[in-house]
């Protein structure tokens, strides 16, 4: 039986209500042809995975999580905002692990004047509340940025914040190891201090250092969604999904669509719960 969908009609328009047209159907079916666009950003075409069939050339879109009050598609917009939040996230991750991993295993590989300094300077940056940080760095930059500067000024402010506990932790591994029967055998043949560093201590931290970056991937994501919800991230009218949640401050909109205005704090819950579950599976956990 060939799925078909109905045309929806205003009913209300003050209170936004909508009843569907029983009277018009149009069949539904996968590799239709409808609009043109870039396929992977290469070669135009027209098909689509799915849409709605249609003889005389007008047939409504499928909007599956609807639209929003000005009529944007909010599955369209959630894909564009997993995909900004995602590379938000790991490359913050990225950067803030190279800086943590270089100053931990330099603090806790080098002397004792060495290691107060920079352990110093790590316990500053772990004592500052974090989100109180990352908004007054942000507050010092113009609020309506284009999408690649606010990008990186997210992964910027996200790298300056985030390194601290990965120095910390490095720093504690490689204390650990400094002493081992293969660190002083190299010693004792004559290796330099930053092979002995980054060829024999730092392949036996990084399972402990992976698990630890895996964690910091939903911290990172949280904060990028909080900066976007108070209207100091990325902003309108490019989607992202803290600026999607706002939708949700809207009693009328939350009452009659709770699932198409929570879908972007459902995707954060699967993210967060997914990489929680993989870092507890890994066999380096």
């Excluded at 018009?24 to 590799?31: H, L």
């Excluded at 399972?207 to 949280?222: G, I, K």
Aim: charged share 15%; aromatic share 8%.
């Amino acid at each position: 039986m060939t799925p078909i969908i109905h045309p929806r009609r205003v009913e209300d328009p003050l209170r936004r209500t909508y009843t569907e047209d029983t009277s018009v159907a149009f069949p539904v079916g996968f590799f239709v042809r409808g609009y043109s666009y870039k396929l992977l950003g290469i070669g135009e075409t027209d098909l689509h995975l799915f849409g709605v069939r249609s003889t005389s050339g007008i047939a409504p879109r499928i909007n599956l999580l609807g639209t929003d009050q000005l009529g944007r598609d909010r599955f369209s917009r959630l894909l564009y905002a997993v995909r900004f939040s995602l590379i938000i996230a790991l490359s913050g991750v990225l950067v803030a692990c190279l800086v943590g991993i270089s100053i931990g295993g330099v603090s806790g590989y080098a002397g004792r004047l060495v290691d107060t300094f920079l352990m110093g300077a790590t316990d500053a940056m772990l004592a500052l509340p974090t989100l109180i940080l990352i908004l007054g760095v942000r507050a010092a930059f113009p609020l309506e940025l284009p999408m690649t500067r606010a990008a990186l000024l997210l992964l910027l402010i996200f790298a300056l914040t985030g390194w601290a506990e990965m120095a910390r932790l490095t720093r504690g591994l490689v204390l650990s190891l400094r002493k081992r029967e293969f660190v002083v055998a190299a010693v004792a043949l004559g290796v330099s201090q930053t092979r002995i560093l980054f060829r024999h201590i730092l392949p036996n931290i990084l399972p402990s250092l992976r698990t630890r970056a895996l964690l910091l991937l939903p911290a990172f994501l949280l904060a990028e969604v909080a900066l976007s919800y108070l209207g100091v991230g990325l902003q309108e009218p490019e989607p992202s999904l803290g600026n999607m949640l706002t939708a949700a401050s809207d009693l009328d909109q939350l009452r009659s669509q709770p699932f198409s205005v929570l879908s972007p704090a459902l995707a954060v819950l699967f993210f967060t719960l997914g990489i929680r579950l993989i870092g507890r599976s890994e066999p380096w956990s």
